[in-house]
């Protein structure tokens, strides 16, 4: 198991692109390269949006994107490039692994509000049956689904996921 360097249980990244969102991914970076482009070699007027692109596809990469969670004996702190996460151990009242069936099955019928598509899904999960869920996945599998007292579920995709879950479960 990783051990992060401060003596906490475990620090673990935000897992790899599965192939669908990385072809996702690739294909939402098209546009503003095409768009910068256009306007670089046939005087396009397609500067503007492809700047305003460029800007948010930062904006995702630093404010949406968490780049580590990291297990702690008190808490589970989430880390994006601007901000941290505390989930206070306390609280976590129960941490499993689940499969998009399983989810389905839990949440219901889902709707993302947040940042989808450019490195994975970011910020919200609206779903029939739980209401809104926080969801930083990356992934189609590996979900780890963090079930909180008094707040709003976690979905999340760590690398090593069945680590994560031992780390954050022990």
């Given at each position: ?39 670089a070699f046939w ?128």
């Amino acid at each position: 198991m990783p051990v992060a360097a401060n003596g906490g249980a475990g620090s673990f990244r935000l897992a790899a692109m599965s192939p669908v969102i990385l072809w996702l991914t690739l294909g939402l970076w098209v546009l503003p390269v095409v768009f910068l482009a256009s306007a670089a070699f046939w005087s396009s007027p397609l500067w503007l949006p492809g700047l305003i692109l460029l800007a948010i596809y930062g904006w995702v990469w630093l404010g949406f994107r968490p780049t580590r969670f990291v297990v702690h004996r008190d808490m589970l702190e989430v880390i994006w490039p601007l901000k941290r996460r505390e989930i206070r151990r306390d609280r976590i009242a129960a941490v499993r692994l689940v499969n998009p069936r399983e989810l389905r099955n839990e949440a219901g019928w889902c709707l993302r509000m947040g940042a989808g598509g450019l490195w994975g899904g970011f910020g919200w999960l609206w779903t029939q049956r739980r209401g809104l869920i926080h969801m930083y996945v990356s992934r189609t599998d590996g979900l780890i689904w963090i079930e909180c007292a008094g707040g709003r579920p976690w979905l999340l995709t760590p690398e090593q996921p069945e680590a994560f879950l031992r780390a954050l479960s022990g």
